[in-house]
């Protein structure tokens, strides 16, 4: 017997969180019987579980590293009709989500799945899950800039976590330098955000790391499978907390 958003979650239906939501909302049936409370347990190998009428399926679990190009939506669909990730992932046959998101201006690594339980242990945000970017600056930060934000900077939601930066390239002529950035928080364009805040403007933004996990050569537009090692990784690292990053004082 397991809770039933476990239950949700692994056969995947949404994330940990969201099924919690469905089942507050009176959405989900456990042998014709709806059930509101989040303490409810139940055995999929036994019970009838239905979501909105519609009986779970214990899919394999899928999960995708995937390159995702600038201009292309992080979602499973887009009323302007403009590109979204699944629209790449070409002979996948389950139904897959992104493990947060990437705005549209930003390229790199993005993970997908069907495993909503994975995909809550990566974005809670008491697990803080390190993800490193490129980013392509304008002008050059001095490093007294740069330590703001190591340190941690106020933006209109509140400090950030400490970062850690590196410089990667400088070029004078250009006026623009490429930095390495790596945040433990998942806020929404966290990392131009915080190079706005310290008067350098984000013009390229490219994830290349995810929980120690690099993207590799993986060519942009394309995806792979993660191995069973990479994903248990992962998992560990997230329950670990190695990956934890203590807010400043």
Partial sequence: MERLQKILAQAGVASRRKCEELILAGKVEVNGE????????ADPAVDTITVQGKPIKNEKKIYIMFNKPKGVITSASDDKGRKIVTDYLKGIQERVYPVGR???DTEGLLLLTNDGEFA?????????VPKTYLATVEGIPHGTSL???????KLEDGM???AELEYKDIDEEKKEAVISITIHEGRNRQVRRMFEAI???VTRLKRISYGGLPLGNLKRGLFRHLTKDEVNE???LALSGLGKSQRPR
Avoid: C, F, M, S
């Avoid at 709806?34 to 347990?41: A, I, Q």
């Avoid at 809550?120 to 803080?128: Q, S």
């Avoid at 330590?147 to 900077?153: N, P, T, V």
């Fill in 160 to 162: 950030t976590a400490p």
């Fill in 120 to 128: 809550n242990l990566l974005t809670h945000p008491k697990h803080h």
């Fill in 199 to 201: 008067h350098h403007p």
């Fill in 34 to 41: 709806t059930v509101r409370e989040l303490g409810t347990k």
């Fill in 147 to 153: 330590d703001k934000l190591k340190q941690g900077i």
């Fill in 102 to 104: 990437l705005d549209y």
């Fill in 234 to 236: 992962l998992k560990q």
